[in-house]
């Protein structure tokens, strides 16, 4: 057994070299283990919250509704009602008798004050539970307001994020196909792409350069009335894999639009994203338009990106990710920076999944699926991590450590897709990784036995709280 783990969580990591690697995932989370995935209702709003000019309202008490505002760095270049987290703030009354009254007559009064396109009505555990009948009360406020009101059947005792992503998914098919377009260029979408800190303009530019219009972008920077229309491009390039293939492959049913698993993240797959758009159109002017872009952009950033790699190269990396496309681009951004990926987790990857990472990987490389505070500490400290590239809930564990971390969640501020996003992520690896602040924390080597065979997480809580007398 690489580390200590709770009984039942066995078959959850595995190290590459030790025999097989065989992983559980896609299981509901062990009870008391205190995982570090996200609710249903959350998987959901993440993906729909990017709509700009949509109105999202939260049908459950008002906690929810606050754990959520704002929960994408997502930017617009127009509308910004999607910056506005409104709820129908259940109280016990509501939850004895019933919140269905509650909910239409909130939906006529922010019709009539927003007037906005579209309304998503996300329902959390409460709702659930009590019956309330959100697809009722939704479809009757549609016919009087004359606008799409769409339920999200999001209550979190129904699975895992996974769900959520399921349930965002279908909101959005029914929105599919409302609007006539006809488009002037070949066509594409892009799927799984959320504009945080802006990413879009560092993407959109390149395809449109190559001569595609793109038709929609779900739901990043997105407005209604263009993903009303989504179903009349030609491609769907799916950029987030665990949060979008499943609409892909309702369009590819629903409206005969193929699609391809690309990522937009690291000069290698940001490089592959545009070839193989032009790919699929067989357009050789097209090829070479984009071999063109690919030489210009990446002369641009090489310079700082080899200035950054000199300062980095050779140090060991952590990647815990929600979704396992984002860790396998950073795997390869690693491997272009120098780096060695030491341990590598998600929170919702599945077999094909696994399979892919287990391939880019070194061996001694450990693999986690699902996991909690505890294994990712211990491990940690086993395999010598210098950096931890995760999410907002992984950020202080490293902290008290003393390793570096850099956040590569969907609340981040900087870029990082694109070609000057990866310059951008060489940067703060490296700023992260050689600032002096780690001189003044612990110092591992003596006070967690780096590389040492710890035996068990009360070891390694014994070891992190002794002072370090070096």
Request: proline share 3%; hydrophobic share 40%.
């Amino acid at each position: 057994m690489i580390v200590k783990i709770f009984e039942g969580r066995e078959d959850h990591i595995r190290q590459k070299g030790d025999g097989g690697l065989h992983l559980a995932c896609n299981t509901e989370s062990l009870a008391g283990a205190v995982s570090q995935r996200a609710c249903v209702y959350s998987g959901a709003r993440v993906v729909l919250n990017p709509i700009t000019d949509a109105l999202h309202l939260v049908h459950g008490p008002i906690g929810c509704a606050s754990y959520t505002w704002d929960i994408r760095g997502s930017t617009s270049s127009g509308p910004d009602l999607y910056r506005s987290s409104f709820s129908t703030e259940m109280k016990e009354m509501d939850v004895v008798f019933g919140g269905e009254k509650k909910l239409a007559a909130c939906l006529q009064e922010l019709a009539e004050r927003y007037h906005p396109p579209a309304i998503f009505v996300y329902s959390t555990c409460i709702v659930g539970i009590i019956g309330d009948d959100l697809q009722t009360v939704c479809r009757r406020a549609s016919e009087e307001l004359k606008i799409p009101v769409l339920p999200v059947r999001s209550e979190g005792f129904r699975g895992n994020k996974n769900e959520g992503y399921k349930a965002a998914c279908n909101a959005l098919s029914k929105l599919i196909g409302s609007r006539d377009y006809q488009p002037r260029h070949p066509s594409i979408n892009l799927l799984g792409e959320y504009n945080v800190a802006d990413d879009l303009q560092f993407v959109k530019p390149l395809f449109q350069e190559m001569g595609l219009e793109v038709v929609a972008t779900l739901t990043g920077d997105a407005r209604v009335a263009e993903i009303q229309r989504a179903h009349t491009a030609e491609l769907n390039l799916v950029q987030c894999s665990g949060s979008m293939t499943y609409l892909a492959k309702i369009m590819q049913e629903k409206y005969g639009i193929p699609y391809r698993k690309i990522s937009f993240f690291g000069l290698q797959d940001m490089s592959n994203a545009l070839r193989e758009a032009a790919k699929f159109f067989a357009s050789e002017e097209m090829a070479e338009k984009a071999e063109e872009i690919i030489l210009r952009k990446s002369r641009e950033v090489m310079p700082q990106i080899e200035a950054y790699r000199a300062k980095v190269a050779g140090k060991k990396a952590a990647i815990y990710m929600g979704g396992a496309a984002k860790a396998v681009s950073l795997v390869r951004a690693f491997q272009e920076l120098g780096m060695e990926v030491v341990i590598i987790g998600t929170q919702t990857g599945n077999r094909e999944d696994y399979q892919n990472i287990a391939y880019l990987i070194k061996e001694g490389t450990v693999i986690i699926d699902d996991a909690n505070p505890l294994e990712l500490r211990e491990l940690l400290i086993k395999q010598n991590a210098d950096l931890l590239v995760a999410g907002v809930k992984e950020r202080f564990l490293a902290y008290k450590m003393g390793i570096a971390f850099c956040d590569f969640n969907h609340d981040r501020t900087a870029n990082f897709e694109g070609f000057e996003g990866m310059e951008n992520f060489a940067r703060e690896v490296s700023i992260t990784i050689n600032s002096p602040v780690w001189q003044l924390a612990l110092k591992r080597a003596g006070c967690a036995g780096r590389g040492s065979q710890l035996s068990s997480m009360q070891e390694v809580s014994d070891d992190i709280k002794e002072p370090c007398h070096s």
